[in-house]
């Protein structure tokens, strides 16, 4: 998910009748299904969480362009390179989306940008990982798009009606995203064997940190009972990571490629499959800012953000001398 | 004064749409680069054939708490709608 461990904020859960009246009718309206809209009243604690998901989650889509950008220069094919190019294109339109989603519960672009750049606002931990090879980029595609579908596909049910409009819209554009990953990943497959190591190796290095996506286990994972209760989160961590599995093992073993995991196996009673956990000391130490890739990645959105100042500042000036011109004009 | 940039609003009018539908918005310094980007980030799958940009400041919206008052009168006129009239069947589609 790429709003993964978002702590609701508020004390917990409250009973029906701890609620006041405007909460009560609040929780009515959510629980009919009906989409809460910007002028609609809301709880502080559902606003603020909303902010921090929605902002996360936007956060995510921005630092996520670096990892794949990172082979723009290097796509072995012109063919394979315009379509990254329009994938890395489409995450900035996502983050774009995302953000106006965020701002219409009050906050402004600049200031969730400046949270994200001070490190007080997280983004996905996938991205502090590094693509050491091409085939890592069809991992992404394939395994982290593929999880952030997951993820999202229920967030189009979203109780927040921009945040849920903003995911209808990403959704049908994440599947190209999937597909064009799975794409290189069975070209890679059927491939050489340097190849074939190669889409293996990726596969290794991003099955895990794919399943961590999700967030912490359900019974770590305290603050999801209020998200679940006001329809922010629809399914659990736990949930959606074993869907995740269910659907991806099968297409592992078409590519002929192993998962790295000796305890994956059917599980007829559950009918489901039986894997294991990720290491979650790595994913706590990734969150805390020491996967990888952290202090690369807020490098570059930092010296982007202030090497940058100078030019919007100057389309800002430029455009308030034409208004007034105009203006004066008149 | 802040230096970010205004808000805008954006509508397409899609390819055999009647009317411009409000899509999402932006973050640009001016109306020409707010159509630049709405073009970039809102028609890159032939959603449209024209594009509107409003600086969101510029826009009033009614409050969902008017809800009642706003809308009751229409709901007593009942008589505003084709349904309301008993037309009898050996007069034909009407």
């Keep these: 998910m790429y ?158 009606g921009p945040y849920s409009r903003a995911m209808i819209r990403i959704c049908k554009e994440e599947s190209f995203h999937q597909r064009q990953g799975y794409d290189i990943m069975m070209k890679m497959a059927e491939g050489n064997e340097a190849q074939r190591r190669m889409a293996q190796d990726a596969l290794n290095r991003f099955w895990y940190p794919s399943l961590m996506m999700f967030g912490p286990s359900d019974k770590d994972s305290v603050h999801s009972a209020q998200s679940l209760a006001w329809k922010i989160k629809i399914d659990t961590n736990d949930e959606l990571r074993q869907r995740f599995v269910d659907q991806t093992v099968p297409q592992a073993k078409y590519l002929g490629l192993t998962i790295p995991d000796e305890n994956l196996k059917w599980n007829e009673e559950r009918g489901a499959h039986d894997f294991s956990e990720p290491d979650w000391t790595e994913f706590f130490n990734v969150i805390k800012g020491k996967g990888p890739c952290n202090v690369d990645r807020m490098e570059d959105r930092v010296s982007a953000w202030e090497d940058g100042e100078w030019v919007r500042d100057g389309l800002l000036a430029h455009a308030q001398k034409k208004a007034a011109r105009k203006h004066a004009a008149e | 004064m802040s230096k970010e940039w205004p808000l805008w609003e954006v509508f397409i009018r899609g390819q055999h749409g009647l009317s411009h539908r409000h899509v999402g918005s932006l973050h640009a310094p001016d109306e020409e680069m707010a159509i630049k980007n709405a073009r970039d980030v809102y028609t890159r799958r032939n959603e449209g054939v024209s594009i509107w940009v409003v600086e969101a400041r510029h826009i009033a919206a009614s409050s969902p708490e008017e809800k009642g008052p706003l809308y009751e009168p229409s709901n007593s006129k009942v008589y505003r709608h084709p349904t309301f009239f008993d037309i009898p069947d050996e007069v034909g589609h009407m």
């Design chain 1, 3 to 160: 709003a993964q461990l978002v702590k609701t904020a508020g004390a917990g859960v409250k009973t029906r009748e701890e609620m006041s009246d405007e909460e009560r009718n609040f929780q009515d309206r959510v629980d009919r299904d009906e989409k809460i809209e910007p002028k609609d009243w809301m709880p502080d604690d559902y606003r603020a969480t909303l902010i921090r998901q929605i902002g996360q989650h936007a956060h995510s889509e921005i630092v996520g362009q670096l990892p794949e950008g990172n082979w723009i220069t290097r796509a072995p094919t012109l063919e394979r390179k315009a379509i990254l190019l329009a994938k890395v294109q489409d995450e900035a339109g996502h983050g774009l989306y995302l953000y106006c989603a965020a701002e219409t519960l009050g906050v402004t672009r600049d200031e969730l940008t400046e949270e994200l750049l001070s490190g007080r606002m997280k983004y996905s931990s996938i991205f502090n990982y590094p693509t050491l090879n091409w085939a890592d980029i069809g991992a992404v595609g394939w395994l982290v798009d593929g999880a952030a579908i997951m993820n999202q596909v229920p967030l189009q049910r979203t109780s927040y």
